[in-house]
């Protein structure tokens, strides 16, 4: 089983809707999460972090749920720019290492 | 401030050569972290140094290494390059230790003939 699994989409929507994208993590006594953002060919940028009481930043939403191992991230209002591949990440082990799911691509058509 | 720098942005090599891929990380970040990106997956971590320490090491062979200097610039030497090799290499910067999330490098595109 791998450690951070998300859904790879991909997700194709019009813009304007709302997306939610779900994520599940293995290690119980993973520290901190994260959200990045990665466009085609380039690095990825962090989105936001993720903290246990729920944050927004503008219209992303990001969820965190440590009893179920559970992370998500809602974006309202998509805009054709929100078209990346959505990499959810998680800081664990000793050294604090990122490990990453395998991204969910999103595709916002006009 | 500067953001994190990696060098050369592409390279090819044939099977069996040696690489040496550079990391400059941001101001102010003592901690630099390697990882591997291959096509259609997210990246795995390879190593990180802390203060020019290695303290984690990923499940990569040997015969990747890497170190890092007093500047906290970072290089990761790969040997006996094999096809498998090729993909994306990206040098993230952070301080703490990543605590408050790292900055990644545009990354180095690998080819391996």
């Known amino acids: 089983r791998k450690e951070v699994e998300q859904d790879p989409g991909p997700f194709n929507v019009p813009e304007g809707a709302t997306v939610a994208f779900n994520c599940t993590y293995s290690?119980?006594?993973?520290?901190?999460f994260f959200w990045y953002r990665q466009d085609c060919r380039k690095e990825p940028k962090l989105l936001m972090s993720?903290?246990?009481s729920g944050n927004e930043d503008g219209r992303f939403t990001a969820q965190l749920n440590r009893a179920s191992q559970y992370i998500s991230l809602l974006i309202r209002d998509s805009k054709l720019s929100d078209s990346a591949t959505y990499l959810c990440?998680?800081?664990?082990?000793?050294?604090?290492?990122?490990?990453f799911g395998a991204g969910t691509r999103l595709a916002v058509h006009p | 401030e500067t953001g994190v720098t990696q060098s050369p942005t592409h390279l090819i090599k044939t099977r069996g050569q040696q690489v040496t891929l550079r990391c400059s990380s941001q101001?102010?970040?003592?901690?630099v972290s390697w990882y591997q990106q291959a096509l259609g997956q997210g990246p795995q971590f390879i190593f990180q140094?802390?203060?020019?320490?290695?303290?984690g090491r990923g499940n990569f062979p040997p015969r990747f290494s890497g170190l890092q200097f007093p500047n906290y610039s970072s290089e990761l030497n790969v040997n006996a390059l094999e096809l498998d090799d090729s993909a994306l290499y990206l040098c993230?910067?952070?301080?703490?230790?990543?605590?408050?999330?790292?900055?990644f490098g545009s990354g180095t595109r690998l080819t391996v003939v």
């Open positions: 993720v903290y246990s």
């Open positions: 101001s102010g970040h003592n901690t």
């Open positions: 990440v998680v800081l664990s082990g000793g050294y604090n290492k990122l490990i």
């Open positions: 140094y802390y203060r020019e320490e290695e303290n």
């Open positions: 290690n119980s006594a993973s520290q901190s």
């Open positions: 993230a910067s952070s301080t703490d230790r990543g605590n408050y999330g790292y900055t």
